[in-house]
């Protein structure tokens, strides 16, 4: 895992380098629930992300899927110091973060960037345009006056301005071009990795496609490794190499893009991929209904977290929790029936004449 | 598509609704004509700001007033105009037989009050039922929507449900007057893929088990293509394109409608393929463009397109469109 990013690596068949730039094993994030009578004893944790590991690599876009609270946001978070993880380790470039001072944590965070969901928050309204690209490179002292035009200049043609928009203010622009600046911002630094969260989220679907494009373009020319998060299942799908299936806290199946998408293995992921709506009349698609609700971080479930709603659920289930373990080349699911379930050998749980199982299961 | 019979339950005809700002008149709402029949469900489709929602408080006459007002056209319900009926009249109507469904269900449910207690009094505003009957009703109405445990839950407040509970409770309270015309506005939007999934299948059922009529407000596209018999394309305030949903997924007119559903990518599109994009963005609505609204926006532009207003035409029986490409009184 040593430094190579000068190196010309050629990509692999999945389309990114071989080289990890991250690597990120067992990260938990946990918050803490106060309570007491004046809200400052701890009470409880949630955990908001659990133990999970993955590796990215240069050139790589890892989406994250999953409902709502199930971590996404707080991987990013915690990947960008802007939480300090609960434990587990993150590799950065094959230094261990840990070890770091501060000063060289924050010398760090200039290659691990973010871009949010909300173009207009995320920029300071007094600012033009030209001080919103410019401040990161500021605050780490390394702007030369007479070279400021010109690296603004040069990020807002790369993103698809034009350079007479550094003297703009952000209200002067529509809610794509606010997020194209936000964007020449995370570029400033030249960083690494890219961390986007949500963001093309909040742009009207005309103006999203060309920010999906510029994107996928970005990392064409120069080889950033993405983190990407969106709800949008289909968007997902559009940028992304990789793609880890979260449910509360926990990497359920990881793996190429169409391998997760048109062969999910997990329950979950198998659920959560017959929901997306497809933009065709025509198709009708068969739904695997998700029933009940995702339980609470703070006590998740023993055994396999899904275990409350798989429709595979079995009693084994209710007791160990299954580990991440690869499949098939690089796809990795968390299922102890993985295989059966895939091979069709496996019975609904509705089917399975055990009555211990429906006990535990709350249906008798 | 059977044709659900060409009983029409709601027309709008070339409906203005306007806002008097202090920045200048916001014309949201601008010449909207479409009609909705019975047990039929009709998608209202377009990027933010294209007037959806609007149009939706029109009919309820929900506009804020002042700064919005309804300044042109008709709204008509079962043959009558909603815009010169009396105000308790209207309520009625909006109570018994119209019925909305907004984005955030936790700031239309009330916050202090069980939510057995707002479906209840729901009921008893509009039925005449004793406080027994409405009790069991909110329950049967609450498992109908799924709710588990429903008769327990009658008692919670709307806090201790999740988005998409609430969501299913809007619906219950919705459903509570067994309405002909449910106004959905963005149900979903606020709520995960699979509980999308399951308040989606809940709207379906109530259109096939109650010939419910539905408009569907949304931006997705997806959706759209799940749930609508017809589907009407919103642009600044202009309906430019309305046909069956078959017609407009595969045979799009409208260069709007065409951008739209090229620019959304598919789960089964490749990384490689560049999405398709419109150029610019939406215009403000105090001071539209001339002629066509989308002629800056626009790859087939012509030059009358700055200075002519299309009119609407009908190009096959039922669908629509709002452009001079397909305007033979304008071909050269
Ligand atoms: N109370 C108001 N005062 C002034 N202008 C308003 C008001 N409500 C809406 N508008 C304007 O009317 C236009 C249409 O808005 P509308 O909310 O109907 O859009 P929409 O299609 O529902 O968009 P979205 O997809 O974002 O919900 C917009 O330009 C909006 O700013
Ligand atoms: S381990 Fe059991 S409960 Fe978990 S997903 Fe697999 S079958 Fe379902
Ligand atoms: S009228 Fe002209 S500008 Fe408007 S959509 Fe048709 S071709 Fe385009
Ligand atoms: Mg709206």
Redesign the interface.
């Known amino acids: 895992m040593e430094d190579s990013s000068t190196s010309d690596t050629k990509k692999n068949v999945s389309g990114y380098h071989d080289e990890v730039v991250l690597s990120v094993r067992n990260l938990r994030k946990y918050y803490p629930v106060e309570g007491g009578y004046f809200f400052t004893r701890k009470i409880a944790d949630i955990k908001a992300v659990d133990g999970v590991s993955f590796d990215l690599h240069k050139g790589e876009t890892l989406g994250l899927v999953g409902e709502s609270g199930c971590g996404k946001s707080t991987i990013a978070r915690t990947l960008t110091f802007l939480y300090k993880p609960t434990a587990g380790e993150v590799w950065f470039k094959g230094v261990d973060l840990r070890t770091l001072s501060r000063g060289e944590l924050r010398a760090n965070a200039k290659e691990l960037t973010m871009v949010f969901q909300d173009p207009a928050a995320s920029l300071d309204p007094r600012f033009t345009v030209m001080q919103s690209i410019l401040e990161p490179l500021e605050i780490h002292n390394l702007v030369d006056e007479r070279e400021k035009y010109g690296i603004v200049r040069d990020l807002l043609i790369r993103v698809g301005l034009s350079p007479h928009h550094a003297y703009r203010y952000p209200h002067e622009l529509s809610g794509g071009q606010q997020q194209r600046v936000g964007i020449a911002r995370a570029l400033t630094m030249q960083p690494q990795v890219i961390l986007l969260d949500e963001p093309v989220s909040a742009l009207d679907v005309s103006v999203r496609a060309s920010i999906i494009n510029l994107l996928i373009q970005l990392q064409d020319d120069f080889s950033f490794s993405y983190i990407f998060i969106a709800h949008d299942l289909s968007v997902v799908k559009k940028i992304s190499h990789t793609v880890a299936v979260m449910y509360l806290g926990k990497i359920m199946e990881i793996g190429d893009v169409d391998d997760v998408y048109n062969n999910a293995l997990h329950p979950y992921t198998q659920a959560l991929m017959s929901a997306i709506p497809v933009p065709d009349p025509t198709v009708k698609k068969e739904r695997i209904e998700l029933k009940g609700e995702v339980p609470t971080p703070i006590n998740p479930p023993a055994g396999c977290r899904f275990c409350t709603r798989c429709r595979f659920v079995r009693q084994k289930c209710f007791l160990e929790e299954p580990e991440l373990v690869e499949f098939e080349n690089n796809h990795r699911v968390a299922c102890h029936f993985a295989k059966e379930i895939n091979e069709g050998t496996h019975k609904l749980a509705d089917d399975v004449a055990d009555e211990e199982l429906q006990k535990q299961r709350g249906l008798i | 598509m059977e044709d659900a019979a060409s009983n029409v339950l709601l027309k709008l005809d070339d409906l203005h609704t306007y806002f008097f700002t202090e920045d200048g008149v916001v014309k949201a709402v601008d010449g909207v004509t479409f009609d909705v029949k019975e047990g039929e469900v009709l998608g209202l489709v377009g990027?933010?700001g294209s007037g959806k929602t609007v149009t939706a408080m029109s009919i309820l006459n929900l506009i804020p007033q002042p700064p919005g007002k309804i300044v042109g056209g008709d709204i008509l319900w079962k043959g009558k105009s909603l815009l010169d009926l009396p105000d308790s009249e209207l309520r009625t109507i909006r109570g018994n037989q119209i019925a909305v469904v907004f984005q955030d269900p936790m700031t239309s449910l009330n916050p202090v009050l069980t939510i057995g207690k707002q479906i209840m009094e729901a009921i008893i505003l509009h039925q005449q039922v004793s406080e027994e009957e409405a009790e069991d009703k909110t329950i049967t109405l609450l498992e109908l929507v799924g709710i588990?445990d429903a008769a327990k839950r009658v008692g919670d407040y709307p806090w201790q449900f999740?988005?998409?509970?609430r969501q299913r409770v809007m619906i219950a309270l919705a459903l509570s007057c067994n309405p002909d015309l449910l106004i959905a506005d963005e149900p979903t939007t606020a709520l995960?893929?699979?509980?999308?999934?399951?308040v989606?299948?809940l709207m379906r059922e109530l259109k096939e088990k109650f010939q419910t009529s539905i408009i569907l407000i949304t931006?997705?596209?997806?959706?759209?293509?799940?749930m609508?018999d017809r589907v009407a394309v919103m642009y600044a305030g202009n309906i430019v394109e309305i046909a069956d949903?078959?017609s407009i997924?595969?045979n799009p007119k409208h260069p709007y409608t065409v951008?739209?559903?090229?620019?959304?990518?598919?789960?089964d599109?490749k990384?490689e393929e560049?999405?398709?994009?419109?150029p610019g963005?939406?215009p403000n609505l105090i001071s539209p463009p001339s002629g066509c609204r989308f002629h800056p926006r626009c790859t087939k532009a012509m030059p009358e397109c700055s200075t002519t207003v299309p009119a609407t035409i009908e190009l096959s029986p039922g669908h629509h469109v709002r452009c001079l490409l397909y305007d033979n009184s304008t071909m050269k």
């Open positions: 990027e933010s588990p999740s988005g998409g509970m995960d893929v699979t509980i999308q999934a399951q989606l299948k931006h997705d596209i997806g959706v759209i293509a799940e609508c949903v078959y997924f595969k951008g739209l559903l090229g620019a959304i990518p598919s789960v599109s990384r560049e999405l398709q994009t419109i963005s939406i």
